[in-house]
């Protein structure tokens, strides 16, 4: 048990605690490492490290170290006032070094236990292959964590991406016209809509919802409209069923939402319509409804429904 | 609710209905009276057997709309052969009787079809 217990707070490490002991000295470090001669004069060594901006070179005899110049030996040299001398004359030696291989974290124990500004590095053939700096692990570290939040929000993007394409690839329309006084085809668009749902496995509950919305949306236009159209758009959210027809318009809609209320004339009220129910059945079944009406444009309507994921509160 | 399921073969003597079709074998848990469309849009529960005078198409169309399970025809009204043919696709029992639906309800409810 305390075994486990250790393996999850392990797993609970920072991005920037695995990124030191993923990454390597040879990550970090200035390469190729500006360097000077054994023979160069501490002086030029001064101007070297004015112009690169920098605080120690390393002095090396072809890929050899054979030492290093820091800042303070320059200062001490000016002070002393040999400034002129050669390099391998004031140098100090038995250098010590990292290999490019070593992990981060323990180039950063190096840098506590000697307090030095800077190691030159070596490769495995003790060859000379750069120069590394607190600064350098710093700005390493940093341009990964860097790149890891880009990977991640660009993973994030992705997904949210095929989020959307998923629903899109879910996405049915059913559609149809609907003709004024053609109450033989009542309940075309309802009966494809419960379909849809019943093969997704849609709760019934839902799924009835949205039927009676469209049954009432499409009978209020065979009923009371000069004709139109009824949309049914089915994804993984919601059901949205519109409907917008050419007119006349509802007079006032405050009254047809009236449960009781209606215009509808004899024919359809021995059919069992008219009973002045539609539109409170279609706003008790509805999640959002928008209906605008004008005599000029006729009367749209937009209900929703929404598909709740099982387990999810009502 | 739900409690109680009866089955429609056990109602037909008393109610002196035919089968048009579907399977009497199929139990229904409640009931539903009305001749508006849109009040049984509104109010009936799935699973009822609704019992109504219209005949017309739009009777399947809410039938399976709100799925219920049977469908009872009072008066000696008698559908049109398509609309048995519609209710049969959907999977919905069509009965029917001579009673009127006053007659029909009072039979029910002595069945022990409460709800």
């Known amino acids: 048990m305390e075994h486990n217990a250790g393996?999850?707070?392990?797993?609970?490490?920072?991005?920037?605690?695995?990124?030191?002991?993923?990454?390597?000295?040879?990550?970090?470090?200035?390469?190729?490492?500006?360097?000077?001669?054994?023979?160069?004069?501490?002086?030029?060594?001064?101007?070297?490290?004015?112009?690169?901006?920098?605080?120690?070179?390393?002095?090396?005899?072809?890929?050899?170290?054979l030492g290093i110049v820091s800042i303070e030996d320059i200062i001490r040299a000016l002070d002393k006032g040999y400034i002129?001398?050669?390099?391998?004359?004031?140098?100090?030696?038995?250098?010590?070094?990292?290999?490019?291989y070593f992990t981060l974290v323990r180039a950063v124990a190096e840098?506590?236990?000697?307090?030095?500004?800077?190691f030159p590095v070596l490769d495995s053939n003790d060859h000379l292959v750069g120069v590394i700096t607190r600064g350098d692990i710093t700005g390493c570290l940093m341009q990964h964590l860097e790149r890891r939040a880009e990977e991640a929000l660009a993973h994030e993007a992705e997904l949210r991406a095929a989020r959307a394409s998923d629903r899109t690839a879910h996405r049915v329309v059913v559609r149809a016209p609907v003709r004024t006084g053609?109450?033989?085809?009542?309940?075309?668009?309802?009966?494809?809509?419960?379909?849809?749902?019943?093969?997704?496995?849609?709760?019934?509950?839902?799924?009835?919802?949205?039927?009676?919305?469209?049954?009432?949306?499409?009978?209020?236009?065979?009923?009371?409209?000069?004709?139109?159209?009824?949309?049914?758009?089915?994804?993984?959210?919601k059901i949205v069923i519109e409907a917008v027809d050419v007119g006349p318009g509802i007079e006032n809609i405050e009254q047809a939402m009236q449960e009781g209320w209606s215009t509808a004339g004899r024919l359809p009220r021995e059919l069992g319509f008219g009973a002045g129910m539609g539109l409170p059945n279609i706003k008790r079944c509805s999640d959002k409804l928008e209906i605008t009406s004008d005599n000029e444009h006729g009367t749209r309507l937009h209900s929703e429904v929404l598909i709740k994921k099982a387990g999810a509160t009502p | 609710m739900n409690a109680h399921l009866i089955k429609l073969e056990e109602l037909l003597p008393s109610i002196r209905a035919q089968v048009l079709t579907g399977s009497a074998q199929v139990g229904v848990d409640g009931c539903y009276i009305s001749d508006l469309l849109s009040d049984?849009?509104?109010?009936?529960?799935?699973?009822?057997?609704?019992?109504?005078?219209?005949?017309?198409?739009?009777?399947?169309?809410?039938?399976?709309?709100?799925d219920i399970t049977a469908v009872l025809f009072t008066c000696d009204r008698k559908p049109d052969p398509s609309i048995v043919a519609e209710a049969e696709e959907q999977g919905i029992?069509?009965?029917?009787?001579?009673?009127?639906?006053?007659e029909a309800a009072g039979k029910l409810w002595e069945l022990g079809l409460r709800e």
């Open chain 1, 7 to 65: 393996g999850s707070d392990a797993r609970k490490v920072s991005v920037a605690q695995v990124l030191v002991y993923e990454l390597r000295v040879r990550d970090a470090m200035t390469r190729p490492p500006i360097t000077a001669g054994p023979g160069d004069t501490l002086r030029s060594i001064q101007h070297l490290m004015k112009a690169q901006r920098i605080s120690g070179v390393p002095i090396t005899g072809g890929d050899k170290l």
């Open chain 1, 84 to 100: 002129d001398d050669r390099a391998e004359q004031h140098m100090a030696r038995g250098v010590i070094t990292l290999r490019d």
């Open chain 1, 111 to 118: 840098f506590d236990r000697h307090e030095f500004g800077r």
């Open chain 1, 182 to 237: 053609d109450y033989d085809n009542a309940g075309k668009v309802s009966q494809r809509v419960r379909q849809v749902l019943r093969d997704r496995g849609i709760d019934p509950e839902i799924r009835r919802r949205a039927a009676v919305v469209a049954y009432e949306a499409e009978t209020n236009i065979i009923i009371h409209s000069l004709g139109g159209e009824i949309v049914a758009t089915i994804d993984t959210e």
């Open chain 2, 40 to 66: 049984v849009l509104a109010r009936a529960q799935p699973g009822v057997l609704w019992v109504t005078i219209q005949t017309h198409r739009n009777v399947i169309s809410v039938a399976a709309t709100k």
């Open chain 2, 93 to 102: 029992v069509l009965l029917r009787t001579s009673l009127t639906t006053f």
